[in-house]
């Protein structure tokens, strides 16, 4: 049975940082690419980033880019999300999200999340 399980999040003002872990189970995940979304209330959810499975190459959403970074370490089953200089405008609710084929492929299964608040 799959499971992903997210930690890490918190509260913080602007400029701070968090680390988000999460922690996954139930399958291999060196064979996976792995993502990161966001979906705030009234809001279409979106891709935060992603890695690959092969090369760990990496992918992310404009608005992050030079701010957060996704790891994996697939020793400990464990994939990462650093997210640095933190806005207002990153608080809502971060999954962590298996990904079928690739980068930009199906999304197969889903945490149930870790809440970031950024606040003034």
């Known amino acids: 049975q799959v499971q992903l399980v997210e930690s890490g999040g918190g509260s913080v003002q602007p400029g701070g940082s968090l680390r988000l872990s999460c922690a996954t189970s139930?399958?291999?995940?060196?064979?996976?690419?792995m993502a990161w979304f966001r979906q705030a209330p009234g809001k279409a959810r979106e891709e935060v980033s992603c890695?690959?499975?092969?090369?760990?190459?990496?992918e992310y959403e404009d608005s992050v880019k030079g701010r957060f970074t996704i790891s994996r370490d697939n020793t400990k089953n464990m994939v990462y999300l650093q997210m640095n200089n933190l806005k207002p405008e990153d608080t809502t609710v971060y999954y962590c999200?298996?990904?079928?084929?690739?980068?930009?492929?199906?999304?197969?299964?889903w945490g149930r999340g870790t809440q970031v608040t950024v606040f003034s």
């Open positions: 139930g399958f291999a995940l060196e064979y996976y690419a």
């Open positions: 890695i690959a499975s092969i090369d760990d190459s990496t």
């Open positions: 999200v298996k990904v079928l084929g690739g980068c930009g492929g199906q999304l197969e299964n």
